[in-house]
């Protein structure tokens, strides 16, 4: 786009000269004709004044016809003169308008990336001799991409517009403010670096500002920012043109960045450890992108045990990456990642298939639970690829169980639930992950057709402590009686939390008490130690040398 403009600028020059001779030519004509006007006038008109008056003979024919001749010249010369410089004067506005028109932003009228970065290096190098700091704020809206998704993108353009114009009040005179492009804005602002507090209450203030929720048709959208801060006193070097300007936008977007991470709706100013944390955020970033191509993520399982009777009944699909760099890497760290960098589905896809043909090789009794990210619940056709790829690795929908958490029941209820609908019609079970941790209503539950409620770990862990907690499952346990919803306790620990909760019902359980989540092929030891191997590949399982004990816990997982 750059090369077009350039290429624009050069023939508008060109032309400009052309003009310009042009217009030399004619101004030239009409001087020549004024001159030969002098020259034949002289001799000429007193001849033609006396002819008329009656007191001389008429005039040479040829010279009156000359001097008509040249008056006509001496007229066309001067209006081609000033209908050229009419022109002239338009073109140079029209110009005008369109270098204008480059340097602005066309949704929200502010500044561009362009312009804001050349005019931060003018007052960079500007005050670099003077007392005054300027301070770089770099805007970027939260879940600007939900926004656009559930309200659509006029709905969007007018979230843009709204936050431009409430910041933009803001601003103290010689603030400028840009739109970056997206959901970005970075803005420029003086102050007397003695004073930093002034850019405080200026931040607080726009994060409170945006907050108020914009309306837009019958909706109210509620917006909230996330602010990072630089100063230019934070440059080794601001003379360096738009190099120092668009390090200085860097810091602000590190930390901008670093407020992101630390929940959004909220600022930071830029500190030098932040680089270094990017830095890392973006090794883990492409790891994780060339781990997912590289096969790198592997499902682990952990038991789930029938806690009445001490029976295997499936086991819950857990990844690990096993990054060539770091180690394993938990879930914990790399999914909210994949999440957020949209490679989720993808990497789920990949874990399944992987799950789905290890699970092909236990018992046909036991099932496979998987974990499903909100984010993956917001495709509408999350339902139609899960079936798909179950018919793909030839899996029973009835063997697998998803587990959905109750942040996903606040996204799009009605999406979710016909989604749930739909794979509950092919067999598949869904389970209500991390109960209790959520904001999940009863009408909620009643409404939306579970399978199965898992307790959080962290209501089963109070089980170690006191009775406190015991209350709470117990309610959760008559609660589940009530609306006829099977019950799993996680984080079963020990034989004391195990005992406490199989004196409250009939549970399912899983936890460390029987072994940390394992690797596929310490599964098919597992199994085949219980003898619950399929039965098509048990015999070829059955030759591996099953050597190694699982020491004590063992004794609480026996085969059915
Ligand atoms: P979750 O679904 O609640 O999984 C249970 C977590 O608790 C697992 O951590 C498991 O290792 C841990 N755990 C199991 N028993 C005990 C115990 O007795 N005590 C304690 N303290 N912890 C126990 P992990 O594997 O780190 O997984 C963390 C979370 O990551 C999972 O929580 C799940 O929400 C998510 N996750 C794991 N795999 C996937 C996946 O493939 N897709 C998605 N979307 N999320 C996944
Ligand atoms: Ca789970
Ligand atoms: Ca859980």
Partial sequence: MSKVAGRGKLAGGRRRQAERRHDFVTLGIALAAIILFVGTAGVAMPTLIRAWQGGAASPDVVLTNALLLNIALILLGWSRYKALNAELVRRCASEEEARRLADIDHLTGCHNRRSLTAALADLLAERAHRERALAVVAVDLDNFKQINDLNGHQAGDEVLQAIARR?????????????????????VVPYHPQVPDRIDQLVSRMIETVATPVRHETASIDVTISVGVASSTQL???????????????????????????????YYWFEPPMENELRFRNELESGIRKGIALGEFRPYYEQQIDLETGRLTGFEMLARWQSPEMGVVGPDIFIPIAEEIGVIG?????????????????????????????VQMRDPWFAQKLLKLLVKHNFPASRLDIEITESCLHENIGMVRSMITSLRNQGVHISLDDFGTGYSSLAQLRSLPFDRLKIDRAFIAELK?????????????????????????????????????RSMGKLKGQGYHYGKPEPAEKVL???????????????????VNFGAGDGPRESGAKAG
Wanted: overall charge negative; aromatic content about 2%.
């Fill in 167 to 187: 910041i933009g009040r803001l601003l103290p005179e010689g603030g400028l403010l840009a739109r970056l492009g997206g959901d970005e804005f970075l803005c």
């Fill in 236 to 266: 080794d070097d601001p003379n360096l043109g738009t190099a120092s300007a668009q390090k200085l936008m860097h810091k602000a977007d590190i930390a901008m960045y670093h407020a992101k991470k630390q929940g959004k709706n909220r």
């Fill in 346 to 374: 993808d990497l789920s896809d990949r874990l399944m298939s992987q799950a789905f043909e290890d699970a092909k090789q236990w018992d046909a009794e036991l099932t496979l639970s998987v974990n499903i990210s909100p």
């Fill in 465 to 501: 402590e006191d009775h406190h907690g015991g209350k709470l499952i117990d309610a959760i346990i008559s609660m589940g009686d009530g609306l006829k919803l099977p019950i799993t306790a996680e984080g079963v620990e020990n034989e004391q939390v195990l005992q406490a909760l």
């Fill in 525 to 543: 030891e597992r199994l085949g130690r219980q003898d619950l191997l399929s039965k098509q590949v048990d015999s070829n399982v059955t030759k």
